[in-house]
């Protein structure tokens, strides 16, 4: 019998513990995992990397191989080695200072090889990745948002808020969101594999700045509508800076907002962080989906999924016959 082909989007934190969850479910499922990442970062070592050496910022490429990096201890040992970040500030002098040395390998890969793909496919190589990471496009693109109250002096005033760290940590309400360029290219192989998935699953993660950007893309987004596939959609546990306001409800109209065509079968919430269902469920009936309560955060009361947890929550949804 095939593998079960699932595609996860997003990026940074969100899309590893949702990789990381997938392959707790491959004790009982048999998936091929493939992970299409964001390219917006403009933060931190990615952002460095970005404004000095041009390409795709390489820190949530990163995040989503070492996810998926095999157990091997060789490989185990390579995927530490890809996380360990130098120490000092970036301002101190030291150019090493504040990097990651997998955000390193893969800047130099794809100079040395010209092609992002064929970089991530070989960084997947050395981690022993049990699946495959794809840019949602092969191009960088910057986040814009138009945001009510970034200036909490003026909490009425709308303004735009420009780069993905900017907008991630906005105390104000964002009113919109934009990708420039405004048009970017899908990755060709994402396309692809959002084409022959059965599975697609968006979220966890920031949902402005990692998860709606995929709608964002023209090819990915008529690939995504016109995909065969089953799509699930994993709510957050707490709001985050850029979606203060917003309810658990308003995560999931977001998505309609942003691409009025998309259809969903089920809607994954922690059964504590929801709070009252019904408008949740409603919510998520309005995109045809049903709503699935399961507890998957971590037992010591933060904001973070257990990604043995949410493998245990997936494996029942991901294994349910049409």
């Given at each position: 019998m095939a593998a079960?082909?699932?595609?996860?989007?997003?990026?940074?934190?969100?899309?590893?513990?949702s990789l990381r969850a997938l392959r707790h479910c491959t004790g009982e499922?048999?998936?091929?995992?493939?992970?299409?990442?964001?390219?917006?970062?403009?933060?931190?070592?990615?952002?460095?990397?970005?404004?000095?050496?041009g390409g795709l910022p390489p820190g949530d490429l990163r995040q989503a191989l070492v996810a998926l990096a095999g157990d091997h201890p060789a490989t185990r040992r390579s995927a530490g080695l890809f996380q360990h970040r130098f120490a000092g500030a970036s301002g101190?002098?030291?150019?090493?200072?504040?990097?990651?040395?997998?955000?390193?390998?893969?800047?130099?890969?794809?100079?040395?090889?010209?092609d992002p793909v064929a970089a991530l496919?070989?960084?997947?190589a050395m981690l022993g990745a049990v699946g495959r990471v794809l840019p949602m496009s092969p191009q960088p693109v910057d986040i814009e948002a138009r945001v009510r109250g970034a200036d909490p002096g003026r909490p009425g005033e709308v303004r735009t808020v420009r780069g993905q760290h900017q907008v991630a940590v906005t105390t104000g309400r964002v009113e919109s969101l934009r990708l420039t360029p405004d048009a970017?290219?899908?990755c060709a192989e994402a396309v692809a594999a959002v084409g022959g998935a059965d599975w697609l699953i968006f979220g966890p993660g920031s949902w402005y700045t990692s998860v709606l950007p995929h709608l964002l893309v023209p090819g990915l987004a008529a690939a995504i509508v016109a995909s065969p596939a089953r799509r699930l959609v994993t709510l957050n546990l707490a709001a985050?800076?850029?979606?203060?306001?917003?309810s658990v409800a308003d995560h999931l109209a977001a998505l309609h907002w942003y691409l009025p065509q998309l259809t969903v079968d089920f809607v994954l919430a922690d059964s504590k962080a929801v709070g009252d269902p019904e408008p949740v469920a409603r919510a998520a009936e309005s995109l045809g989906?049903?709503?699935?309560?399961?507890?998957?955060?971590?037992?010591?009361g933060s904001a973070r999924h257990d990604p043995a947890a949410l493998g245990t929550a997936l494996v029942p949804v991901l294994g349910a016959d049409r």
């Open positions: 079960t082909k699932v595609v996860a989007f997003g990026g940074g934190h969100g899309l590893s513990a499922l048999d998936l091929d995992i493939t992970a299409v990442v964001t390219v917006g970062d403009d933060g931190g070592s990615s952002g460095r990397l970005r404004a000095e050496r101190d002098g030291d150019g090493l200072a504040g990097h990651a040395v997998g955000n390193l390998v893969l800047c130099g890969l794809m100079e040395q090889l010209g496919e070989h960084a997947g970017p290219v899908a985050e800076k850029e979606t203060l306001g917003l989906a049903r709503l699935v309560l399961a507890p998957v955060a971590v037992d010591d």
